[in-house]
Nanobody
Framework: QVQLVESGGGLVQPGGSLRLSCAAS????????VNWLRQAPGKQRELVAS???????NYVDSVKGRFTISRDNAKKIVYLEMNKLNPEDTAVYFC?????????WGQGTQVTVTP
């Protein structure tokens, strides 16, 4: 089993940057695919970035060139570096870890982009 705790959210002006962290505990973290998702008020949860256990990385089109996902399996941490933030990035950001039928979620961290 894996437990996930996100941190690093906050209030930022348009054009600013934040780095989110997702710290994992439990065993076998390196075997999991890890993802960052977000949910804005009144909208469905959206997959933002993924980093598979095999090293494949993908982003939703709206964040390509601005966001970077990375992972440190030794430290059991997943990062989401977010640059050039705009108000449309405002959401609660979640990380999750998946392996076959297993799926674990963190509690989320709020990111608010406002002048």
């Amino acid at each position: 089993q894996v437990q996930l705790v996100e941190s690093g959210g906050g209030l930022v002006q348009p054009g600013g940057s934040l780095r989110l962290s997702c710290a994992a505990s439990g065993s076998g973290f390196s075997m999991y695919d890890v993802n960052w998702l977000r949910q804005a008020p009144g909208k469905q949860r959206e997959l933002v970035a993924s980093f598979t256990r095999g090293g494949s990385i993908n982003y939703v089109d709206s964040v390509k060139g601005r966001f970077t996902i990375s992972r440190d399996n030794a430290k059991k941490i997943v990062y989401l570096e977010m640059n050039k933030l705009n108000p449309e990035d405002t959401a609660v950001y979640f990380c999750n870890a998946t392996l076959a039928s297993r799926c674990y979620w963190g509690q989320g961290t709020q990111v608010t982009v406002t002048p």
